[in-house]
T-cell receptor
């Protein structure tokens, strides 16, 4: 059973489009995260939700909007996609909201043309 | 600015040799974690070391932490082809946010 799953695995789209990435965890964790990994492998946190409540919201364009319908899901919606949004997006989860071990999903490679 | 910086950026060694990677950070921490990322995959947690610990072992992994030098090292003994991956250190910065370094790309040569 996959612990943290993301869909889709690959996403190729045109500039200006709106797209969503879905994430689900079956670990019973309270906290979920979205990370962006650029072409140089630098991993940066974007958002964190604890029990469906937003607790971390880094300096991210407001074109990015996370949504947590329940504790097990954290989706990422991106409006008006730009070339610079091309990256690999990782979802992760952890038991608590502190510095707990994080479990990562397989990633979604987004390519904006 | 980034909290953790791994060194070296890339490392190639022969299978069977030991691999050592270092992580330096700027501000005080409570904990430090090491993660591995295989190509095309998500990160996998390897080990967590707390600020009051100096050394920790897990199988072929040995992690040290020197809070006076603000640095940590990850040693992989008797390396295997399967150890080829990128290795990241992660530290807890302000507000309990986890901050990842840029990683060390380790390549094990047959």
């Amino acid at each position: 059973d996959t612990a943290v799953s993301q869909t889709p695995k690959y996403l190729v789209t045109q500039m200006g489009n709106d797209k969503s990435i879905k994430c689900e965890q079956n670990l019973g964790h309270d906290t979920m995260y979205w990370y962006k990994q650029d072409s140089k492998k630098f991993l940066k946190i974007m958002f964190s939700y604890n029990n469906k409540e937003l607790i971390i919201n880094e300096t991210v364009p407001n074109r990015f909007s996370p949504k947590s319908p329940d504790k097990a899901h954290l989706n990422l919606h991106i409006n008006s996609l730009e070339l610079g949004d091309s990256a690999v997006y990782f979802c992760a989860s952890s038991q608590g909201a502190g510095f707990d071990e994080q479990f990562f999903g397989p990633g979604t490679r987004l390519t904006v043309l | 600015s980034q909290q953790g910086e791994e060194d070296p950026q890339a490392l190639s060694i022969q299978e069977g040799e030991n691999a050592t990677m270092n992580c330096s950070y700027k501000t005080s921490i409570n904990n430090l974690q090491w993660y591995r990322q295989n190509s095309g995959r998500g990160l996998v947690h390897l080990i967590l070391i707390r600020s009051n610990e100096r050394e920790k072992h897990s199988g072929r992994l040995r992690v040290t932490l020197d809070t006076s030098k603000k640095s940590s090292s990850l040693l992989i003994t008797a390396s295997r082809a399967a150890d080829t991956a990128s290795y990241f250190c992660a530290t807890d910065a302000r507000d309990d946010k986890i901050i990842f370094g840029k990683g060390t790309r380790l390549h094990i040569l047959p």
